[in-house]
């Protein structure tokens, strides 16, 4: 019988908006990103009218933007997580929070159930209006490349990956063997696959993780389960 695990984040950037949903959100992220000890940042962007420059002065709301930031530090710390507050002035709420992510340096690895990989920036995703085509991760072959097996987010303070296949087949290598394609690539072979096997999951590693669980810093008994499985499954979505 197959085992469904939670997934979890290396990175997760978060919106607050100031209102009664920013608990919510702050503490399932927060609990999702301890296990793997992972990042959590929450953005607040204040929106700035075009008839003002956009380093207007917002000191009139000051006291407002600290009680955001103060409320979800203090929701994350409830969950012995760490967070980043970082305040943002912009034109446009959705620009600013997708720029802050691909800032930071993150791509999306996938991998085929064929074993195809391959990174793609997270710079290549663009905002789109309600109805457009959006834009295509990976290009796939049929029964050459197989459907999506698993997407993960990495950055570069992931530095190995574990690949996981159906029949228990583990590959361990590291990340900056795999290259950064264009959205329309198929991309390489990354796993080699014994016949009627097929890919099913990822898993991220990045320095400092291992260490840290053995010196029980974590509190949560089954942390280390969860945090070892970091690939997301189609069916459980990305």
């Known amino acids: 019988m197959s085992e469904t695990y939670p997934s979890t984040f290396r990175r997760a950037v978060v919106a607050l908006a100031g209102g009664p949903g920013d608990e919510r959100i ?15 940042v929450a953005v607040h962007v204040v929106e700035i009218g075009w008839s003002l420059p956009l380093d ?5 709301r000051s006291e407002e ?3 955001i930031l103060d409320a979800a530090e203090t929701v994350a710390e409830g969950t012995k997580m760490r967070l980043e507050a970082v305040l943002l002035q912009a034109r446009d709420v959705g620009a600013a929070l997708v720029d802050e992510t691909t800032e930071r340096g993150a791509d999306l690895l996938v991998l085929s ?4 990989g391959k990174r793609v ?9 309600r109805g457009g085509q959006g834009v ?8 050459k490349t197989g459907a999506v097996a ?5 950055t570069d303070m992931d530095e190995e990956l574990v690949l996981i296949s159906a029949h228990g087949q583990v590959v361990r290598t590291e990340l900056s063997t795999i290259n950064r394609y264009s959205p329309s690539a198929r991309g390489v072979i990354v796993m080699r696959l014994n016949e009627d096997d097929r890919v099913v999951g ?9 260490e840290g669980r053995d010196s029980g810093d974590n509190d949560d008994p089954g942390a280390a389960g969860a945090g070892d499985r970091g690939g997301t499954s189609p069916d459980r979505g990305v």
């Open 26 to 40: 702050v503490r399932l992220v927060s609990e999702l990103a301890r296990p793997a000890r992972g990042e959590v």
């Open 202 to 210: 990822i898993a991220a590693f990045r320095p400092g993780l291992a």
């Open 136 to 143: 295509r991760l990976i290009a796939l072959e049929g029964r």
């Open 150 to 154: 698993a997407v993960q987010q990495v």
């Open 56 to 60: 207007a002065d917002i000191a009139g």
């Open 121 to 129: 920036p997270l710079t290549e995703f663009r905002l789109k209006h």
């Open 113 to 116: 159930e064929t074993g195809y």
């Open 65 to 67: 933007i600290q009680r």
